[in-house]
């Protein structure tokens, strides 16, 4: 046994209070007696120990833990700033880095530029290919750009296919170089697992200003590829002012088409389609104008591109087919048309593309009571080879419906006579390119002579347009082309100046106004 005052009880209690206050090195000292007291203080240092050990991992633990909390938070803040497809910078990251290239720009003397570009044919590519090879595409386009700049560059994917380059201290001049090289570096092909594909791209270039925020450059670099897109295919335009101009016409422009597919100001005109051998109007080409308010009449081809662009093309087409079908009621009630008169309409790749168009088409047939042979819908070459599988399936849904379908603009695309044999197509329409040296070329007949034979191969049947003297008429005629259209017979008319049209019909052989 111990005494009441054993100096070793005081000791162990300071000792405990040491340890209780985090001392965990601390050890009590046992005394030689060996005695319970001592067995006590042994315990103690035990439980000391033990204590200290599972402190000592807990410390390690936590610090491990710390690490790796430290390293997914780097993760996550490169994944923030990064693409994951390219691993190229993203939108944030690249304003980032354009802030402060402006900033620089202030003591540097060159200022920052901004380069945009858009690649040209991605959608398509990614719609027929598939998006695995779409992905591969933005893969390696971000590879090449890469390739194209300087480490200080910051090279970024905004989504989509559209990309930007952010180049301090580098000035217009010199960024335009850099800018070609990139276009001159997606020139070369890219290989696919079954084929290899180009994609140029669009460019826009936007130097900083003193006071500019990042938002502005980037505008200003998106108006000035723009510009480039509007002009064709791997150009490069450097902002101005003025091309502001041009956006806000573009899109006062857009606002008016908005309110007239709603109101007033479009009409269709059409143009005769004239069977060759007898001069019989066999039908019209429903044509779109636009009698702006103040611009006066636009033609399509400056605002269809822009309907497009701009979404509104199923709207305008929807409009289309229901007034030219309507129109074709029309004259059937007023038997100015017998049941052999067909109205050709115009369907744009996106109408094509979208199901409802099937239903509009069948509503409208339905509607009027049209018969469906009356109508035929002129579809573009390139709007068809270019077209995917749900394509295929809608020219077949409305090829069900009983409707004419022919292709539009024939000889300026690449469909393959394979191709042409496998649409569900009954006849071609030959583009005017193709016989514009009739009469000058010698050349000419002969291949007039060879695109006749070729569509007849195909077991189908030509409509030549743009047909605009006799000699010509009288050579296609000869030829055994079956019908034409073209400002030799008629330019497009009105609706009401058709029936007299069709009534008088144009004189068979020697055919002509
Ligand atoms: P397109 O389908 O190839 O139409 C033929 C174009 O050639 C028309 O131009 C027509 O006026 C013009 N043309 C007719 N005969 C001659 C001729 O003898 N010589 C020459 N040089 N030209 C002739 P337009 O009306 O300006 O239409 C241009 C294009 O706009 C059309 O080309 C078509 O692609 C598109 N378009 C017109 N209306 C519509 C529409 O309702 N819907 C859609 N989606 N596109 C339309
Ligand atoms: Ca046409
Ligand atoms: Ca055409």
Redesign the pocket.
């Given at each position: 046994m111990f005494a009441d005052n054993d100096p070793r009880l005081s000791q162990l209690l300071e000792g405990i209070v040491r340890l209780a206050s985090g001392d965990l090195n601390s050890r009590i000292e046992v005394s030689p007696a060996r005695d319970e007291l001592d067995a006590i203080i042994m315990g103690t240092n035990l439980l000391a120990e033990d204590l200290q050990i599972i402190y000592e991992e807990l410390e390690q633990r936590v610090e491990v833990r710390t690490k790796l909390l430290h390293e997914a938070h780097l993760e996550m803040q490169k994944m923030a700033m990064q693409d994951p497809l390219t691993g190229l910078a993203n939108r944030s990251a690249l304003l980032t880095a354009l802030k402060s290239a402006q900033s620089d720009g202030a003591r540097d003397t060159l200022p920052p530029v901004i380069l945009l570009l858009d690649l040209d044919a991605f959608k398509s590519i990614n719609d027929t290919q598939g998006h695995t090879a779409g992905d591969k595409v933005l893969i390696t386009v971000a590879d090449r750009i890469r390739g194209a700049v300087r480490a200080t560059d910051v090279v970024a994917r905004l989504g989509g296919d559209e990309f930007a380059i952010v180049m301090p201290a580098t000035g217009a001049d010199q960024a335009a170089v850099v800018g070609q090289r990139i276009l001159a570096a997606l020139k070369e092909p890219i290989e696919l697992p079954d084929r290899s594909i180009r994609c140029g791209a669009s460019v826009g270039l936007s130097v900083g200003d003193a006071g500019q925020g990042p938002e502005e450059m980037l505008m200003q670099a998106d108006v000035a590829m723009y510009a480039s897109k509007a002009e064709g295919l791997n150009r490069l335009h450097i902002f101005e002012p003025g091309l502001l101009l041009v956006r806000r016409l573009r899109s006062q422009l857009l606002d008016d088409l908005r309110s007239a597919l709603k109101g007033e100001g479009l009409v269709l005109n059409y143009?005769p389609v004239v069977e060759l051998a007898t001069g019989r109007v066999e039908g019209v080409?429903?044509?779109?104008r636009w009698n702006h308010p103040s611009r006066g009449r636009i033609?399509?081809?400056e605002f269809?591109p822009l309907a497009e662009e701009a979404g509104l093309i199923s709207e305008l087409?929807r409009w289309?087919l229901t007034t030219a079908v309507e129109q074709l009621r029309r004259w059937v009630d007023e038997d100015a048309v017998d049941s052999a008169f067909s109205v050709r309409?115009?369907?744009?790749a996106t109408d094509l593309q979208s199901l409802q168009f099937i239903e509009d088409v069948r509503g409208v047939l339905k509607e009027t009571g049209v018969r469906p042979e009356q109508v035929v819908l002129?579809l573009t070459e390139m709007a068809i080879v270019k077209g995917n599988d749900l394509d295929r399936y809608s020219l077949g849904g409305l090829r069900g419906l009983g409707v004419g379908i022919e292709i539009?603009?024939f000889g300026t695309g690449y469909s393959s006579i394979s191709y042409l044999r496998r649409l569900p197509v009954d006849r071609v329409k030959v583009d005017?390119s193709l016989i514009v040296g009739l009469g000058t070329d010698p050349n000419q007949p002969a291949l007039v002579a060879a695109v006749l034979q070729l569509v007849r191969a195909c077991g189908l049947e030509a409509v030549w347009?743009?047909?605009?003297t006799a000699e010509q008429a009288e050579h296609l005629r000869t030829l055994g082309c079956l019908s034409a259209?073209?400002?030799?017979f008629s330019k497009?008319l009105p609706a009401d100046d058709i029936p007299a049209l069709v009534a008088a019909a144009f004189p068979a052989g020697n055919i002509g106004p």
């Open positions: 143009q080409e429903a044509l779109i033609m399509p081809d269809i087409g289309v309409i115009n369907i744009s002129e539009d603009d005017r347009e743009g047909v605009e259209q073209g400002y030799f497009p």
